[in-house]
């Protein structure tokens, strides 16, 4: 059984099942039964029922991933948390359309916001490109002349890296006709000795190291420092 304990409600997961048990305060439908009542010992979600829940998270609000790798929320809509697009109450769980096509493999409901995780190859990529952002800026912040140049450099090298790990997902891709990284490690070990996969490995392994600067790549590092 999995349990998670937010603001001021409990959530418990039976492993057998899938089924969502939900008690405590029940304000802004948060329990997921349809209502505000409180409920002083565990009920069932029916809401959920018919479908196998695999994780939850609680805060302010309730957020459950399915089988399927939907994500369902309910409870305070403020700030749009629910990710509906509104900041309207939920009184029972809704799927989160903005995750459509994709398979969610990890959820968390904070005070005023949600936090979702994709399992996709290709996501992986865009995280990486988009925290580097933050090191070329903090790098060509420098006090010296050098900075700006340090600052290129890095932007080059981590252009190049970047590029190599795209090449390498995409040809993962081509092998397996797959993205989600559940998926993949299951189809993986069919074309694992193939040459295309082979040369993806060595495409990721080479554009992660330059990005790392692990030796013998790391030669832009120093005017980075």
């Given at each position: 059984?999995?349990?998670?304990?937010?603001?001021?409600?409990?959530?418990?997961?039976?492993?057998?099942?899938?089924?969502?048990?939900?008690?405590?305060?029940?304000?802004?439908?948060?329990?997921?039964?349809?209502?505000?009542?409180?409920?002083?010992?565990?009920?069932?979600?029916?809401?959920l029922?018919?479908?196998?829940?695999?994780?939850?998270?609680?805060?302010?609000?309730?957020?459950?991933?399915?089988?399927?790798?939907?994500?369902?929320?309910?409870?305070?809509?403020?700030?749009?948390?629910?990710?509906?697009?509104?900041?309207?109450?939920?009184l029972?769980?809704?799927?989160?359309?903005?995750?459509?096509?994709?398979?969610?493999?990890?959820?968390?409901?904070?005070?005023?916001?949600?936090?979702?995780?994709?399992?996709?190859?290709?996501?992986?990529?865009?995280?990486?490109?988009v925290?580097?952002?933050?090191?070329?800026?903090?790098?060509?912040?420098?006090?010296?002349?050098?900075?700006?140049?340090?600052?290129?450099?890095?932007?080059?090298?981590?252009?190049?890296?970047?590029?190599?790990?795209?090449?390498?997902?995409?040809?993962?891709?081509q092998?397996?006709?797959?993205?989600?990284?559940?998926?993949?490690?299951?189809?993986?070990?069919?074309?694992?000795?193939?040459?295309?996969?082979?040369?993806?490995?060595?495409?990721?392994?080479?554009?992660?190291?330059?990005?790392?600067?692990?030796?013998?790549?790391?030669?832009?590092?120093?005017?980075?420092?």
């Amino acid at each position: 059984m999995l349990v998670a304990a937010g603001d001021s409600h409990s959530m418990a997961l039976t492993t057998d099942k899938g089924h969502l048990y939900t008690w405590g305060l029940g304000d802004y439908g948060k329990l997921g039964h349809g209502n505000w009542q409180d409920q002083t010992l565990p009920k069932k979600v029916e809401a959920l029922t018919a479908r196998r829940v695999v994780a939850v998270s609680a805060g302010v609000h309730s957020l459950a991933i399915t089988a399927d790798g939907s994500v369902w929320s309910w409870g305070s809509g403020d700030y749009g948390k629910l990710g509906h697009g509104d900041q309207q109450r939920q009184l029972l769980p809704k799927k989160v359309e903005a995750f459509a096509g994709q398979r969610v493999v990890a959820v968390s409901a904070g005070n005023e916001s949600s936090i979702a995780i994709t399992g996709d190859a290709f996501n992986i990529f865009v995280f990486l490109e988009v925290s580097s952002l933050s090191a070329y800026s903090l790098i060509a912040l420098g006090n010296r002349r050098k900075a700006l140049t340090a600052a290129f450099s890095y932007l080059i090298m981590g252009t190049i890296g970047g590029t190599f790990i795209l090449i390498g997902i995409g040809l993962m891709y081509q092998m397996t006709g797959t993205l989600n990284i559940e998926d993949l490690s299951q189809r993986l070990p069919a074309v694992m000795e193939t040459r295309t996969i082979h040369v993806a490995f060595a495409f990721i392994t080479v554009g992660a190291g330059i990005k790392l600067a692990v030796f013998p790549l790391h030669q832009w590092l120093p005017n980075a420092y």
